[in-house]
């Protein structure tokens, strides 16, 4: 292929009062029966309600959203949006709300069962209005053409792939990830920062994407340890929740790879947050990654001068050594035996593994199963 495209939302308003826009977004939609999709954490933390303040028009809320969410809630939150005659959607949430939002808007008013739309393109169209407002700063899905939901019947978590899932409206305010647990800090802070650098060594990168995953790597180095720390720093807020925005736009349109493939079973299986997963499986998939990419994973470790030595292989080697000391003063877990992984459980993940052909398809270094099982077995 000789040309790419770039996907983004289609308006992306960002800073302190990027909420404001709030009200201009609503006109623009010409809407007047909102659905608000968002989750009991963003509802009991008060998060919601900044939300609720500047609404002009009326709303109906589904707050009903769960973490790592099944494909069955999508048609939860379509049949709220059908009793309260709504005519647009808004998503105030982490990516599990948005996802199930996009789908929602997107299909809401197309015949059939969310089965038929899993996989690439398979939506053509999308007439309802979404505006969405993110409250973690990590997937990025504000801005991407992905919903990521769990197959439960498969133990697997699928994409739903279209460019009709990109939002008219993305608001990203640093106001809104203020309430974050740490540990949602944590995780969904390492989630944006595997999508950069994943972006980064995607065989489908390209320069737009990398300049946008080197800046979304350099700040979320700088700046997740001080969100992290003081969960009301505003300005280690704002720079993670554009940094998330950014991981999104390099990974949206470059690809992420064999971390994610490898996270995939861990989220479905296992129930743990997708920043987890993928913390889990980063150092011991880059590890494997560095005799196919070294140059780029050295130009990132000379970045962050973590690199002296003019050998790529040493630098990327030493990179590989931050992030996981990174993951641990965040205190993620390091190893899949501390979050109830056996030597047993490999085969099946890797089974599960091998099959996220979408994803292996950009990793810089081919995948065999067994390399898999191996990579599993480094990280337990
Ligand atoms: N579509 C994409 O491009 C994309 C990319 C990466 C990940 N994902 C998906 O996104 C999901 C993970 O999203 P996430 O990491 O943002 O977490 P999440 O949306 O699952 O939220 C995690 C927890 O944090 C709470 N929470 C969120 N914001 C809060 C706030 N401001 N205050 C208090 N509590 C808050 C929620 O209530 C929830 O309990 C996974 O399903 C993953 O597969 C999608
Ligand atoms: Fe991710």
């Known amino acids: 292929m000789n040309f790419s495209t770039f996907k ?75 009793q309260n005659n709504c005519d647009a959607v808004l998503a105030v949430g982490g990516g599990s709300a948005l996802d199930i939002a996009k789908c929602v808007a997107a299909l809401a008013d197309q015949p059939g069962s969310i089965n038929d739309f899993i996989g690439t393109d398979k939506i053509k169209s999308r007439n309802i209005p979404l505006i969405v407002i993110p409250t973690t700063s990590g997937t990025g899905s504000e801005v991407t053409n992905i919903a990521i939901l769990s197959d439960t019947e498969n133990q ?44 980064y060594i995607s065989l489908n990168h390209s320069d737009i994407t990398d300049a946008l995953a080197i800046q979304t790597i350099q700040l979320i180095v700088e700046y997740l340890p001080q969100a992290y720390a003081l969960p009301t720093n505003l300005i280690a807020r704002e720079k993670m929740a ?96 501390h979050v109830g992984i056996t030597e047993n459980d490999i085969p099946d993940l890797a089974a599960e593994a091998i099959k996220v052909e979408r994803l292996l398809k950009n990793n810089p270094r081919k995948l065999s199963l067994m390399d898999i099982e191996a990579i599993y077995r480094e990280a337990l």
């Open 8 to 82: 983004s939302a289609n308006k992306l308003v960002t800073g302190q009062t990027a909420l404001q826009y709030l009200v201009q977004a609503l006109v623009d939609a010409k809407a007047t029966k909102l659905l608000i999709v968002s989750d009991a954490g963003v509802v009991n933390s008060g998060t919601l309600q900044y939300v609720l303040d500047l609404c002009t028009v009326g709303y109906s809320i589904f707050a009903d959203v769960k973490p790592e969410p099944e494909f069955s809630q999508v048609q939860d939150c379509i049949d709220v949006y059908h």
């Open 242 to 337: 554009t940094a998330s925005l950014m991981g999104g736009l390099a990974f949206g349109n470059a690809g992420v790879g064999a971390v994610h493939a490898l996270a995939y079973p861990l989220g479905a299986k296992y129930k743990l947050p997708h920043g987890v997963s993928n913390a889990l499986m980063l150092p011991h998939v880059l590890k494997w990654n560095v005799l196919g990419c070294a140059e780029r994973l050295s130009h990132i470790a000379q970045l962050l001068k973590l690199g002296t030595s003019q050998n790529h292989q040493e630098n990327a080697e030493s990179l590989v050594e931050f992030l996981h000391k990174f993951s641990g003063q965040l205190n993620i877990p390091l190893g899949l035996r």
């Open 156 to 199: 697997m978590k699928q994409g739903i792939v279209s460019d009709c899932l990109l939002p008219d409206v993305a608001i990203v305010s640093p106001l809104m990830s203020v309430s974050c647990p740490a540990s949602v800090t944590a995780a969904s802070g390492i989630d944006a920062l595997v999508h950069a650098l994943e972006a």
